[in-house]
């Protein structure tokens, strides 16, 4: 239980006074009337005795009395109504509330002032052990206690209430004052009257009540004068002629009034009578605030006053215990505690502030001075010590002598003691043993109850050895006589007086309360007598700290017939719990919330509010989510029906926040409550700034920023270019190939170099992107803002009138701040336009993201705050208890039932810092300014539309296409540029491209390439014609990916178009490709702010297999040509179709191979088959030879002159040297192009044996290139298509294999890791074994048969002739050695031996490509097939040392036939 003010060794004796009635007439009424008093009233605060009183007992033994309190109350003949004492506890507990201020402020945000004593203790989550420790502190602290003034009061309130009954007597009159005015004309008379008046309401059967002690009941006769007014001798006379008549023990003259009550005086004279009327009065109740109802009383007589031993019959028995209806109801009109009784009326706060305001400027006692007290005081004393001890003393005596006559028993009931209580004992029968004799009733001078009124006499007196002795020997005569009524009241006054017994010779017989509260409650079926066993019980077992016994009894009385008990018993369980050694704090909250339901079932809503905010403090965050929603339901509705708002919409708002695990139906409830309660609030400040609202929840740092108009959606063929939307999916790897796109095109527009000002360009910002810039607006392109809403609940929210929120700080054109700073709200749309989404539906549980619109019409900085909305439900036809949907005014696809008004901010949080020691060592975020953009000045805008743009390509097919270009700003763009990472899939033609004209056949099968028809003639023979590599933007040190868009005039007007060719070749890897394309292009007119502005495109071509193409060059062994010069070559190659058919692709025809090359150029076909048709179905190869022949020289002039010569297999010539073949090709040999560049610069001023190494490696290298054009019928929809495209083959290497596409190579098994030194030089000092074979070229002439006749001559001599061809461009020495012996068994086997006559080695200088011959001659002794391939050649160059061997092994072995004549 809570602590006390008074200990239970005092509040016992002070609940269980001797009782005293007064009797007046009407002028000693009126006497007192002066000081607003009755004459009980007036005695009150004097009730009390201020010394200690001595009595002796029947054993002649002197008795002490310390702190005796008298009752005085005025006779009432009608009992209290049980309605009325409920009213009135009901208005003492409502009345008594905790320090003003702090139910206001227990509700808050983050957590919660428990407020659990007279001051507030702060408590947190983590909150148990926090709460433990704060409890233990209190528990041991006599300063700070939890005290509960509300329970006292009741408890003080019941205990002075409790109604008069046979079976006890411890509240029956045990004197009267008989109170008469010194003013009257015959006061002896009037006592006569008075007297006979107490006697006749003693005896006479017509008055049931009061109840009186005994029959001779003591009379105390009172004269009282008015001393500002009466006659003091007079008076002084009377009293003397009263002691004659009364005895001096048995009367008093008192004298008050010693002042009159309108004079002004100086002294301010204390009012002690305030404290008691306030408590007990009746009609004084409506000066509470907030009290349930008030009752007003229509009875003008001056005894209209009711005080709490005299209730008055006026006040009606219509008070309901249980209400009609729940007590929490927000309908006025229906909440019970405002009508209560019929003639009750309700009282707003501000009247019945005003009333209490009146009700304590009455000044009490007005005419008494500082005299008047001690003499009240005086008197009470002198009625104690004279009259009323002595009566009690004799009576006590008289009962005793008349049991022990009776019982025939020794003299003294003291003596008698021991033989009552020893020996045998009959053993008690338990309860349920018992009839149910609660009915049975004493005769008034029955002996048992003449025991039991020396009991209470005893008690009374604080006698309580004698007392507890009385009633054990009752409770046995009880029992026997199964009188339950009367046993249990023996045995709870017995279990009390035991306790109280000075010494504490026994312990508390706590069995004796249990089996009387059992006794009251279950056969006599009086709560009333078991409430008050229970409070009595529970405070002794408190003050014996056994905590858990109090709280069990407590709980024990909790019933269905008053709340009001219930409630307050609960909440004293909970405060047993905390105050046990070891705290139980959750059964502390659990306890508290049963006390706050039965606190608002009894209409206790401040109580009820209370409790719950108490309890929760333990529930907080520890994931009982189920109960903190109940526990913050009924706190929103308690503080919204005492007016709490802002506690109301702060407790709803908890329970949407969380997430909650409540059904569908119940957070609808929830939902619409807040609503409900949020629309009231927001009414009493409409003009206030709008609030934050809970739902739904934003995730702030998912919100996206998009600058820029939507992507146009695909017209037909025309199919707008991707750039940047929102509907894209952030990709890292792809952010990052577009940001080095756009470093390389500024680099290349600022002639290779980065300005330092530059950064990339980034029209959508989310959590990824780097915020710590003001991004960059233009003025007229509208700001996209996507906010990510999440619905946490289980039923939808709709949110209407959705847009965002900003405010705006307009600049002037040069940038500069207007003079007046303002910032403008979302008034002034001339400004900034914004859009409005008027529904915006988000179901149950769902992520739903929003996209808002800005439109900005003036430069400036634009700062987003958040967004604005109205927050509603969908109407459905539920209703939470008693609150009906309101019907929706919502026109629109979705009917609102309930909306709201609010706001919520868009908070980001920038990253988290992690550069210096400091930001390590710390938690620092940097900003994020995603949502504060610069809007500048206008830029021009392009869009790019692709016309007859394909999604699948054969590898190596040609398309056209067409590319629009558009500026749709009002401002010039200039510089327009395309840069990808793939330059060889596209091309807009090169400078060439308008010089060739069309040919007819071209056009109609609407053919990409420029052809031209040629004669049969000229078949198999090469067409030669010529372009530089600087015309098609591919030269030594330029952009290969950086294109130059050619607009005519290089400008786009506003508004102005532009159609451009385009022509794409399919990538030579199947499969599914993404190609960037990146925009640049630039003002005419310079922005400070805005250098240029890009526009991104990403094709998705997906290829298929075409033709796989390999091809070889190998020297020729002829070293003539038909024009006399040496050093032909021959090309082999070979053509596989891999195509599966799966494109419908029905066969491949070769339609013309060319070569492209500085240096060499096809010269013809050598094509054994006349067959001039090349084609190649599925899965089909083919082989193709080719003469080339050296360029003239004059081709080689410039450095940049490429040879392009055709060799066709059809009629029509595609002239390669022109767009868009050459475009491909020159594209396709780009990053070939930097190679002898950067390598003549590495050599410049080496070794001179670098320099031989390099000339050996020429000899052996070519630059030969083949393109491949061929053509594809495709049959598709029943119809024929003819595609087109083309191969490249770069030849670098004599002997050596190239490919059209680099094949895949399979991944090596695994090998063991091998540690080498890397070499320093970078030049390997020796030349490899084919470059060397390369150096002179070596053919042998000779008959290809020898005719001999052996018969005649056994030598055979034949002729042969040596050609040495130098092949490098520098001197070289050959050394000749014809001693060579073939060595290897295979060749021994094959060929048959012979040898040379003759010189066996020759020395020889060849100048550079130098021809020489030898003549020499073989010798053979029989016929045979031999190989004259023997001659060993080693050669060097003339200014080196190192020889090198020369190898003939990609030579023909040289076999000669010698036969027999």
Not at 752 to 772: A, E, K, R
Request: charged content about 20%; glycine content about 4%; hydrophobic content about 35%.
């Amino acid at each position: 239980m809570a602590q006390c003010v008074q200990s239970v060794q005092e509040l016992i004796p002070d609940s269980f006074v001797p009782c005293v009635a007064a009797l007046c007439s009407d002028e000693a009424e009126r006497l007192t009337r002066l000081n607003h008093l009755s004459f009980a009233e007036l005695l009150k605060p004097f009730s009390r005795l201020t010394s200690e009183v001595h009595m002796r007992d029947p054993n002649n033994q002197l008795h002490i009395i310390k702190n005796l309190k008298i009752a005085v109350s005025n006779i009432i003949t009608q009992p209290p109504q049980p309605a009325a004492i409920r009213k009135l506890l009901n208005d003492v507990v409502s009345g008594s509330q905790p320090a003003e201020g702090l139910v206001a402020n227990v509700i808050t945000a983050g957590d919660y002032d428990l407020n659990i004593s007279d001051r507030s203790i702060k408590a947190s989550v983590p909150w148990y052990s926090n709460w433990k420790d704060t409890l233990m502190e209190m528990k041991e602290s006599s300063l700070c206690t939890a005290t509960t003034p509300w329970f006292e009061s009741y408890r003080e309130t019941f205990l002075q209430s409790m109604p008069s009954s046979d079976h006890e007597f411890l509240n029956h009159y045990l004197a009267c004052m008989l109170v008469v005015s010194s003013s009257e004309s015959d006061p002896m008379e009037q006592f006569s009257k008075l007297s006979q008046e107490q006697h006749r309401i003693q005896h006479n059967n017509d008055y049931s009540y009061p109840k009186w002690f005994i029959p001779n009941t003591l009379k105390y006769y009172v004269l009282l004068h008015d001393v500002s007014a009466g006659d003091e001798q007079r008076a002084e006379s009377i009293y003397e002629e009263m002691k004659q008549k009364y005895g001096t023990q048995g009367c008093y003259l008192l004298k008050i009034n010693s002042r009159t009550s309108n004079r002004a005086s100086d002294e301010q004279i204390p009012d002690p009578w305030s404290q008691y009327l306030q408590k007990n009065s009746i009609q004084n109740q409506e000066s509470y605030e907030d009290g349930p109802c008030t009752i007003t009383s229509n009875k003008s007589s001056d005894n209209n006053l009711l005080s709490l031993d005299g209730l008055d019959n006026e006040v009606k028995d219509g008070l309901p215990n249980n209400f009609r209806a729940h007590p929490l109801q927000l309908d006025q009109s229906s909440d019970p505690s405002n009508s209560m009784d019929g003639q009750d009326h309700v009282k707003s706060a501000s009247s019945l502030h005003e009333t209490k305001k009146a009700n304590t400027g009455v000044i009490h006692g007005a005419c008494l001075t500082l005299t008047d007290h001690d003499r009240i005081r005086q008197f009470i004393q002198e009625f104690t010590f004279r009259g009323l001890l002595p009566h009690i003393e004799k009576t006590i005596r008289q009962l005793n002598d008349q049991l022990i006559s009776r019982k025939g028993l020794s003299r003294s009931l003291f003596s008698a003691t021991k033989k009552w209580f020893s020996g045998s004992k009959v053993p008690e029968k338990s309860i349920n043993e018992l009839k149910n004799t609660s009915g049975l009733l004493y005769p008034p001078e029955a002996p048992e109850l003449q025991i039991r009124k020396m009991a209470d006499l005893c008690f009374l007196v604080q006698h309580y050895d004698l007392a507890y002795n009385c009633y054990h020997t009752a409770k046995k005569d009880f029992l026997n006589d199964q009188a339950m009524l009367y046993a249990a009241g023996a045995l709870e006054m017995a279990a009390v007086s035991a306790f109280l017994q000075p010494g504490a010779p026994r312990p508390y017989p706590a069995h004796y309360m249990d089996t009387a509260i059992q006794t009251y409650r279950d056969i006599c079926k009086n709560m009333v007598l078991a409430e008050r066993c229970v409070l009595l019980s529970a405070e002794i077992l408190k003050s014996q700290s056994k905590y858990s016994e109090a709280a069990a009894l407590l709980i024990r009385l909790t019933s269905e017939d008053s709340d009001l008990r219930s409630a307050l018993l609960l909440e004293q369980a909970a405060h047993c719990f905390i105050n046990m050694k070891s705290p139980m704090v959750r059964k502390y909250a659990f306890h508290m919330i049963l006390a706050g339901h039965r606190f608002s079932k009894a209409g206790q809503k401040k109580h009820a509010l209370r409790c719950y905010c108490q309890a929760m403090q333990v529930y907080k965050g520890k994931g009982w989510s189920l109960a903190e929603d109940h526990i913050n339901f009924t706190i929103g509705r308690q503080s919204y029906t005492l007016r709490q708002l802002d506690n109301a919409v702060s407790a709803f708002r908890h329970i949407l926040i969380n997430e909650s695990k409540q059904s569908a139906t119940q957070q609808g409830a929830f939902l619409r409550e807040y609503l409900y309660v949020y629309k009231n609030v927001s009414q009493l400040s409409p003009d206030g700034p709008l609030p934050q609202l809970p739902l739904p929840y934003i995730n702030s740092s998912a919100t996206r920023v998009f600058f820029g108009h939507d992507r146009r959606p695909a017209d037909g063929e025309k199919q707008a270019a991707t750039h940047v939307s929102l509907d894209q999916e952030y990709d890292c790897e792809s952010s990052q190939q577009w940001r080095e796109l756009e470093e390389h095109v500024v680099a290349v527009v600022n002639k290779g170099i980065i300005p330092s000002n530059f950064h990339p360009t980034q029209y959508c910002l989310n959590s990824y992107s780097d915020n710590s810039r003001f991004p960059l607006a233009v003025v007229e392109e509208p700001i996209t803002v996507e906010v990510a809403f999440r619905n946490p609940l289980k039923v939808p929210l709709l949110l209407t009138d959705l847009s965002l929120v900003w405010k705006f700080q307009p600049k002037d054109v040069s940038g500069k701040d207007n003079e007046e700073i303002k910032e403008l709200v979302t008034s002034q749309p001339e400004m900034i336009g914004t859009e409005v989404i008027s529904e915006f539906l988000i179901n149950s549980e769902e992520s739903k993201v929003a996209r808002l619109k800005l439109f900005p019409h003036h430069i400036g900085e634009l700062h987003i705050l958040g967004v604005v909305y109205n927050l509603g439900t969908i109407q459905g036809s539920m209703t939470v208890d008693g609150i009906g949907a309101l019907p929706g005014c919502h026109t629109g696809k979705h009917s609102s039932s309930m909306s709201v008004r609010g706001r919520q901010d868009l908070e980001i949080q920038g990253p988290r810092l992690n550069n210096t020691k400091e930001e390590k060592t710390s938690i620092k975020y940097g900003p994020d300014r995603r949502l504060d953009p610069i809007i500048t000045e206008e830029m021009p805008l392009l869009e790019v539309f692709f016309i007859h743009f394909p999604t699948g390509l054969l590898c190596g097919e040609i398309r056209k296409a067409y590319v629009e270009f558009v500026n749709v700003s009002k401002c010039p763009l200039t510089g327009l540029k395309v840069v990808s990472k793939r330059p060889e899939f596209f091309t807009f033609g090169g400078n060439t491209a308008v010089l060739t004209p069309l040919s007819p056949s071209a056009s109609e099968n609407c053919s990409a390439y420029k052809t031209v028809v040629t004669d049969s003639t000229s078949v198999c023979t090469a067409l030669i014609s010529s372009a530089s590599s600087v015309d098609f933007g591919i030269g030594i040190g330029s952009q290969p990916e950086v294109i130059p868009v050619p607009l005519p005039d290089t400008i786009l007007l506003p508004g102005a178009s532009v159609q451009l060719p385009m022509w794409l070749r399919g990538p030579d890897e199947e499969g599914v490709h993404e190609i960037n394309f990146l925009f640049y292009y630039e003002s005419v007119k310079k922005q400070p702010k805005i250098q240029h502005r890009i526009l991104r495109h990403t094709a998705v071509i997906c290829t298929s297999r075409s033709l796989n193409i390999r091809a070889t060059v190998c020297r020729s062994n002829s070293l003539e040509d038909e024009e006399g010069r040496g050093g032909n070559m021959l090309v082999f190659v070979d053509v596989e179709n891999t195509n599966t058919s799966e494109a419908g692709v029905k066969e491949f025809h070769i339609a013309q191979v060319s070569s492209s090359s500085k240096h060499w150029s096809l010269q013809k076909s050598v094509n054994l088959s006349e067959n001039k048709d090349a084609k190649l179905a599925s899965r089909e190869k083919g082989k193709f030879c080719f003469k080339a022949v050296k360029c003239k020289e004059a081709a080689t002039q410039s450095a940049e002159k490429y040879t392009f010569a055709d060799i066709i297999f059809g009629n029509e010539q595609i002239i390669s040297s022109t767009s868009p073949c050459a475009d491909f090709f020159f594209r396709s040999l780009s990053s070939e192009l930097k190679k002898p560049q950067t390598q003549q610069s590495v050599n410049t001023g080496k070794h001179s044996a670098e320099e031989a190494m390099r000339m050996i490696q020429k000899c052996s290298e070519v630059d030969l290139n083949i393109v491949i054009l061929w053509k594809a019928y495709v049959v598709e929809d029943s119809k024929q298509l003819i595609l087109e495209g083309q191969h490249h083959v770069i030849l670098h290497t004599i002997g050596k294999e190239a490919f059209s596409y680099r094949q895949k190579q399979e991944p090596p098994e695994m090998e063991l890791l091998k540690f080498f030194r890397p070499e320093n030089s970078t030049v390997s000092s020796r030349p490899s074994v084919d470059q060397l074979s390369n150096i002179i070229k070596t053919s042998l002439h000779y008959p290809e048969s020898f005719n001999h006749p052996f018969h005649q001559k056994s030598l055979c001599l034949v002729p042969v002739t040596l050609l040495l061809s130098n092949c490098s461009k520098a001197d070289v020495d050959v050394i000749v050695d014809l001693r060579h012996k073939t060595t290897s068994p295979e060749a021994l086997e094959t060929h048959g031996s012979f040898t040379w006559l003759g010189q066996t080695q020759y020395k020889l200088q060849l100048k550079s490509q130098e021809i020489h011959s030898l003549q020499l001659k073989a010798c053979f002794v029989h016929t045979g097939v031999y190989n004259l391939g023997t001659p060993r050649v080693f050669a060097k160059l003339s200014d080196q040392v190192t020889v090198f061997e020369t190898s003939q092994q990609n030579s023909m072995p040289a076999l000669i036939i010698i036969n027999n004549i």
